[in-house]
């Protein structure tokens, strides 16, 4: 165990030395990370207490000479500046938080948001935001009516322009449902129906949203139906109840030329 404030050694299965860093800050005990180096645990050890007590440190101050990790910063100033410990990289603006990716990706939240997200660690992979929960991954534009595959600037923007602005307000949805689109055509709004198969294809065009979206469920189950070996991702309408929904899905009419669509291995 080692003598130096702060810093209890521990020794690996390889036989090597790892140096185990905390503080307690506010009766919070904090930990800090392991290293391998004991140089190394004992910069970090001090640059946490010195992010804790010096005010004039703030977020703009982090550079390359820090030896703590970003996240950990954050997590430090938002302790020191707002009296609450959050294990995630959170800071608390008066009417919103920030959610801190790195140092130049900055998510922006609603406060009703606020303990999901310290509780969930926001990833990035392939250009899009997830959390993980109960051991799946799953986009965090889900939590805020954004479907599965919804094209930005087609089926939801942001009004602001602002991709990492996740407040409520700012997310403008344009299409709710897998497979429509709102269009407009000499002053006259309607909703056109497209379903993938090997390419996209027409299934409709529909005076009502909610109809548009039966038709897509209807053309689903009609290419499966024809062999066709695609999973789609349905449809759930809550406003209909189940002898309305039938009702709908019954009365409306989709493409014939869906029949005519050959089935392939390679769907």
Known sequence: MSNIQG?????LKNGDASYRVSTTHKSKHISLGSF??????????????????????????????????????IILLNFRDNNIYFG??????????????????????DRD??????????GKKGGYLYISNYGSQYKILSRYGVRPFAVYGRDYIMVNSDKYDF???NIKILNNYMGVQKKEKKGIVYYETLIHINGNYIVGRYDCEIEAAVA???????????????????N???????????????KTGISSNLLKVPVTKSE
Not at 7 to 11: D, N
Not at 88 to 109: A, D, S, V
Not at 113 to 122: M, Q, V
């Open 7 to 11: 810093i209890y050694t521990t020794t």
């Open 36 to 73: 391998s180096d004991i140089n190394a645990a004992q910069k970090v050890y001090h640059e946490a207490r010195l992010i804790l007590s010096d005010l004039t440190i703030s977020i703009d101050s982090y550079n390359d000479s820090f030896s703590i990790g970003h996240d950990k910063f």
């Open 88 to 109: 995630t990289p959170i800071y608390l603006r008066h009417n919103y938080f920030e959610y801190y990716l790195n140092e130049k990706e900055i998510l922006k939240f």
């Open 113 to 122: 948001d606020l303990f999901f997200y310290a509780r969930h660690k926001i």
């Open 167 to 169: 407040r409520y307000s």
């Open 216 to 234: 897509y469920n209807k053309a689903a189950d009609t290419l499966q139906a024809l062999g066709h070996n695609k999973k789609y991702i349905k």
């Open 236 to 250: 759930y309408i809550v406003s209909l109840s189940s002898d309305e929904y039938k009702d709908m899905y019954k």
